[in-house]
C-alpha cells in the first residue's frame, strides 16, 4: 500500500465512509496521515482540589465496584462506574456507552477524561485513557469533523494508515532543507502531530507542519511560474514603439512616474519571448484603465488582437465609449461583445474577430464563450480580476496562441496574501494618485446623527449631482437588525422622492433589471441609486458626489474603501458619508481609520490586522488557497521563508532533476502543476 492509495483500501472504510471521508477532502491513504489535528486536549491527570467546576479533567484511580448500566428512556442509558481517587470516592457516568462496561472490573485501577461537577463530587466520562493493561496517553488529538464523521474514526483511521505506512512513507521536503531549518521527517511529522506526548513535542511537529504546507504550496506557484515562462510556451509581441509614444502624446494629461514605470513593465514583458502572467494592482482612481489602454494599442502595432474582460456590462460599455474616443484618430478597430449583443451585430462581430478584422474587443465573460473565436489574439487583459475564477482566465488565455496576460484588480493586496494570492504573477503596482483627482471627504455619523447626512445630500442634489446610498442587507433579517435595502429605498422616496428620481438595485434582481439601471444612473436619468454592494464595482459616475454607506461597521476596510472609489471622478468636490454605531473598541477604530485615511494599501494591511484575510475581496471572491494548518497571516514568517526556500531550490534546478528531489517532483506532478519534462 502507498500513500496514494484510495482511503477506501483501510480497514473498515466501504462506499458510505469513503463518501463521508471525501465531505472533508480526504481521499487517499496520505489524505488520512496528513489530516492532522488543531488542538490537543490535556490529559495529564489532576488532583480534585485543583479542578474547577464544570471543568474537563483526567482522574486516576481504584475501581470500588462492579459498574452498572441503567435505562432511562427510548434508546438511552448510562453506566456508572464508583472509582476511589485518593480518600474520595467519585461516581463517573458515561451516557449510551454500555459496551465500556467490560473495561471496568473492581480492584482495577483505570485513568478516566470528563468534564467535572465539583458540587455533585462527580464526572460525565468522556473517554477511558487507561486500565491496568494500558498506558495513558498524556495529550488527546482533536480534529476538525463534520456531521459525517466522527473524531474516534479519524484517530482510528490514522493509527491504521500509520501501521500500515511506517517505514515507507517519503520525505517530500528535501534532505537539505531539513537539515538546515531543523525540521521533521514527514514520518516523525505525523507521529508527532497526532500523537503527541508533551506539549512541547506537539508544538516541535507542528511548526515544520506550518513550513511543509507553506512549501509544497510555493513550490507549486514555481512550476507554475517556471511552465509559463519558457519561450515556447509565450509569444513576443514586437510593437512599434513610436506609435505607441504618438498614442501617449495625444492625452489631455501628462503620465504620473508610478503609471510610465508599469507601462514599461508590462511592454517589456510583450516584448520578450516568453509568457506574460503580470498582475497591475492600483489604488481606486489610480489611472489603471489608460495603462491598460496604451498596452492593448502596443499589442495592435505589432499586429496582434486584444481583448478587455470586464464584469458587467455597464463597465464593458463604458470602456468601448472611452476607448472609441481615444482612439478615434488611429486605424484601430473596436467592437463590444456582452450578452445582450445579438443578431446581425453579434454575427458581424463574431466574423470579424475570428477574420481578424478587429482589433480591440471589450466584453463580459462573452468574450469566453465557444462561439467566440479569434485570428491572432496576443494580449488579453482581465479587470477587476477577483471577479473571475481560474478556470476562466485560462478559458480566455487558451482562445488565442497562449496570449499574454495582464490582470488588473482595484483592491490594494498587502503583501501578505499577494505571496500567497498572486504568487505565479509578477506584480506592477500603480502607487501614486493623477494630479487634480478630487479629495474625497469621509465622515462617520451615528444613527442619530442621520440629519447631518440628509442635509448634507440635498445640497448636492440641489447642485444637480447623483448619489450612492449603499446598504449591506437585501431584504429583512430577524436575526440582523440592520437598515436594508428595501426599507432604505422608502426612507429615502420619503425624504427625496418629490424632488429627486430615486432607484432601488440589488443582487436579487435579474441582470437585464440590474443593467438597465446601471445605465439610467450612469446616464442621469437617476439621481439617488439605492443599493446593496453590487456597485462596488462596474459603473462609472463622474457626477456622483455622494457615497452613503449604511451600517458601514458591517464592511471590511477594503471595501468601504472600494465603494468611496465611486464617487470623486468628476470635477466636483465629493463626499463619502459613513452610517454605523460600532459595538466595539474595534469597529470604533475602524470608522476611525476611514475617516483619516485614503491610502488603500494602508486600510488593506488595517483590515488584515484587525479582521483577517476574508475581508480583503469578500466572501470566497478571494482565491486565497486553504491551508489545513498554516495560517498566512499568523504565520507570515514562515511563509515568507518558505517563499524564498521554494524560489531558491527552483532558481538552482528548475525541472527539480536532482535524485533528491523525486519525492517533490512526484508530488508536484500529482498536483498536475507540472508540464512538459516535469510530467
Avoid at 482511503?7 to 472533508?24: D, F, H, I, M, Q
Avoid at 474547577?52 to 482522574?59: V, Y
Avoid at 538546515?180 to 511537529?205: F, N
Amino acid at each position: 500500500m502507498g500513500l496514494t492509495d484510495p482511503a477506501s483500501t483501510l480497514p473498515g472504510v466501504g462506499p458510505k465512509r469513503a463518501e463521508a471521508l471525501a465531505s472533508l477532502d480526504i481521499h487517499t491513504v496520505g489524505d488520512v496521515l496528513f489530516y492532522f489535528p488543531f488542538r490537543y486536549d490535556d490529559l495529564q491527570v489532576k488532583s480534585l482540589d485543583e479542578a474547577a467546576d464544570q471543568e474537563k479533567i483526567t482522574i486516576k484511580g481504584i475501581v470500588v465496584a462492579d459498574p452498572v448500566v441503567s435505562r432511562f428512556g427510548p434508546r438511552k442509558n448510562r453506566l456508572n462506574v464508583r472509582v476511589q481517587v485518593d480518600r474520595a470516592v467519585v461516581m463517573v457516568t458515561f451516557f449510551n456507552q454500555p459496551w465500556l462496561k467490560d473495561k471496568f472490573t473492581q480492584g482495577m485501577e483505570a485513568a478516566i477524561y470528563g468534564k467535572w461537577d465539583a458540587k455533585r463530587h462527580s464526572m460525565t466520562g468522556m473517554k477511558v485513557l487507561a486500565t491496568q493493561t494500558e498506558d495513558a496517553p498524556s495529550m488527546a488529538a482533536i480534529y476538525p469533523a463534520n456531521k459525517n464523521i466522527r473524531q474516534s474514526t479519524l484517530a482510528e483511521l490514522a493509527k491504521a494508515a500509520f501501521a500500515k505506512e511506517q517505514g515507507h512513507i517519503p520525505d517530500i521536503i528535501p534532505q537539505v532543507i531539513r537539515e538546515k531549518l531543523r525540521l521533521h521527517s514527514d514520518e516523525q511529522l505525523i507521529q508527532g502531530m497526532h500523537w503527541p506526548k508533551t506539549p512541547a513535542e506537539a508544538k516541535a511537529a507542528r511548526r515544520t507542519a506550518i513550513f511543509r504546507e507553506f512549501f509544497l504550496f510555493e513550490c507549486q506557484i514555481q512550476s507554475l511560474r517556471e511552465d509559463s515562462q519558457l519561450a515556447a510556451n509565450g509569444l513576443a509581441i514586437p510593437f512599434d514603439n513610436q506609435q505607441v509614444r504618438g498614442l501617449i502624446k495625444t492625452l489631455p494629461f501628462a503620465l504620473t512616474t508610478a503609471q510610465k514605470r508599469v507601462v514599461n513593465e508590462i511592454c517589456a514583458d510583450m516584448r520578450s519571448p516568453k509568457h506574460m502572467n503580470r498582475l497591475l494592482q492600483g489604488d481606486v482612481g489610480s489611472g489603471k484603465t489608460i495603462v491598460a489602454a496604451i498596452a492593448l494599442y502596443a499589442a495592435v502595432t505589432a499586429r496582434f488582437q486584444a481583448a478587455l474582460m470586464v464584469p458587467t456590462e455597464v463597465l464593458a460599455e463604458q470602456h468601448f465609449a472611452k476607448l472609441t474616443k481615444l482612439f478615434a484618430d488611429f486605424p484601430v478597430k473596436l467592437a463590444l461583445l456582452t450578452g445582450t449583443t445579438k443578431g446581425k451585430q453579434r454575427k458581424a462581430t463574431l466574423e470579424g474577430l475570428a477574420s481578424g478584422d478587429i482589433d480591440i474587443v471589450i466584453g463580459t465573460h462573452a468574450l469566453i464563450q465557444k462561439a467566440v473565436d479569434y485570428a491572432n489574439l496576443g494580449l488579453a487583459i482581465i479587470d477587476e480580476q477577483h471577479r473571475f475564477g481560474v478556470k476562466q482566465r485560462q478559458i480566455l488565455q487558451d482562445k488565442g496562441l497562449k496570449p499574454d496576460l495582464l490582470a488588473m484588480t482595484a483592491t490594494p493586496i498587502p503583501r501578505t496574501l499577494a505571496i500567497t494570492t498572486y504568487g505565479e504573477m509578477d506584480v506592477s503596482t500603480i502607487d501614486e494618485l493623477p494630479a487634480g483627482r478630487q479629495p474625497i471627504t469621509t465622515t462617520w455619523v451615528r444613527h442619530n446623527q442621520m440629519r447631518e447626512a440628509l442635509q448634507r445630500m440635498q445640497q448636492e442634489l440641489n447642485a444637480h449631482h447623483q448619489i450612492f446610498a449603499i446598504t449591506p442587507l437585501i431584504a429583512e433579517s430577524e436575526k440582523i437588525d440592520l437598515q436594508n435595502a428595501e426599507q432604505l429605498y422608502a426612507d429615502m422616496q420619503k425624504v427625496f422622492g418629490k424632488a429627486a428620481k430615486v432607484a432601488l438595485l440589488h443582487g436579487q434582481m435579474k441582470a437585464d433589471e440590474k443593467d438597465a439601471i446601471m445605465r439610467a444612473f450612469s446616464d442621469g436619468e437617476i439621481d439617488l441609486l439605492v443599493s446593496t454592494t453590487v456597485v462596488e464595482v462596474g459603473v462609472d459616475v463622474p457626477n456622483a458626489t455622494v457615497m452613503l454607506i449604511m451600517d458601514a461597521d458591517r464592511f471590511g476596510l477594503a471595501q468601504l474603501h472600494q465603494l468611496r472609489g465611486r464617487v470623486g471622478r468628476g470635477k466636483s468636490a465629493a463626499y463619502c458619508i459613513l452610517v454605523a454605531d460600532p459595538k466595539n473598541d474595534m469597529g470604533v477604530e475602524r470608522m476611525q481609520t476611514m475617516v483619516t485615511t485614503t491610502d488603500g494599501f494602508k486600510l488593506a494591511e488595517k483590515d488584515l490586522e484587525l479582521r483577517g484575510s476574508g475581508d480583503i475581496f469578500g466572501d470566497k471572491q478571494s482565491g486565497l488557497p486553504e491551508f489545513r494548518v498554516a495560517d498566512p497571516v499568523a504565520d507570515f514568517a514562515t511563509l515568507s521563508a518558505a517563499q524564498q526556500v521554494a524560489a531558491s531550490l527552483f532558481k538552482t534546478d528548475p525541472s527539480l532533476s536532482a535524485p533528491e528531489f523525486a519525492p517533490l517532483r512526484a508530488y508536484l506532478a500529482r498536483q498536475q502543476q507540472l508540464v512538459g519534462t516535469l510530467d
